[in-house]
């Protein structure tokens, strides 16, 4: 079955860099894009940006432009999401999460189980 | 902060049916694109439950449907059950922002 799991909770200070990984399994890696969305604390969800597995192309939400740097390792079916000069604002759950395409109808079909990122001095 | 707007909260008894609206514009649902509806518990993964504006994946019981018209779209649920607690996300496209939007949530309280 398809699995996104998840790397562990973070705690960061303010101005520091935050990586989250998501490992995939169950299904062929290329075939589908992988996207980053988020959950502040008592907000709701907020899509990030995606990347294509094949190729690596990446699309960001304008937010998060320059700030966002998405990857992927296909040697081991693993997608990557680097935050950068984090704020408290930045504190939120982190989900990974598939779609087939990157088209104005498609849809997040499998969630990651979330990563918390903490950001406190 | 969401363009998509829904009701912060709705609430109804065992059996009964609610509905949860999601109003949106002319860059994003009134341009044609599809709504998508998520159930959400707090702390764990999000789970889709309509793609399309009204299709059902496998697995998702029949008393969830969704509906879409003009710049708005709807999530209904029927015959109301304590496990349908949680909160509801419809999401879109916004060629304004090129990117995904997200609604504001609704909290589904089962009295």
């Known amino acids: 079955q398809v699995q996104l799991v998840q790397s562990g909770t973070e705690v960061k200070k303010p101005g520091a860099s935050v990586r989250v990984s998501c490992k995939t399994s169950?299904?062929?890696?290329?075939?589908?894009?992988m996207h980053w969305v988020r959950q502040a604390p008592g907000q709701g969800l907020e899509w990030m940006g995606t990347?294509?597995?094949?190729?690596?192309?990446?699309s960001y939400a304008q937010k998060f432009q320059g700030r966002v740097s998405l990857s992927r390792d296909t040697s081991t079916s693993t997608f990557y999401m680097e935050l950068s000069s984090l704020r408290s604002e930045d504190m939120a759950v982190h989900f990974c999460?598939?779609?087939?395409?990157?088209?104005?109808?498609?849809?997040?079909?499998?969630w990651g189980q979330g990563t918390l990122v903490t950001v406190s001095s | 902060q969401s363009v998509l707007t829904q009701p912060p909260s709705v609430s109804g008894a065992p059996g009964q049916r609610v509905t949860i609206s999601c109003t949106g514009s002319?860059?994003?649902?009134?341009?044609?694109?599809?709504v998508h509806w998520y159930q959400h518990l707090p702390g764990t993964a999000p789970k889709l439950l309509i793609h399309?504006?009204?299709n059902r994946p496998s697995g998702v019981p029949d008393r969830f449907s969704g509906s879409k018209s003009g710049t708005s779209a709807s999530l209904a649920i029927t015959g109301l059950q304590a496990e349908d607690e949680a909160d509801y996300y419809c999401?879109?496209?916004?060629?304004?922002?090129?990117?995904?939007?997200f609604g504001t949530g609704t909290k589904v309280t089962v009295l």
């Open positions: 999460a598939r779609s087939r395409g990157y088209s104005a109808y498609d849809y997040f079909d499998n």
């Open positions: 169950g299904y062929t890696f290329i075939n589908y894009y």
């Open positions: 990347i294509n597995p094949s190729g690596g192309r990446t």
């Open positions: 002319s860059s994003n649902i009134g341009a044609g694109y599809d």
């Open positions: 399309g504006n009204h």
């Open positions: 999401q879109s496209y916004d060629s304004s922002l090129s990117g995904y939007v």
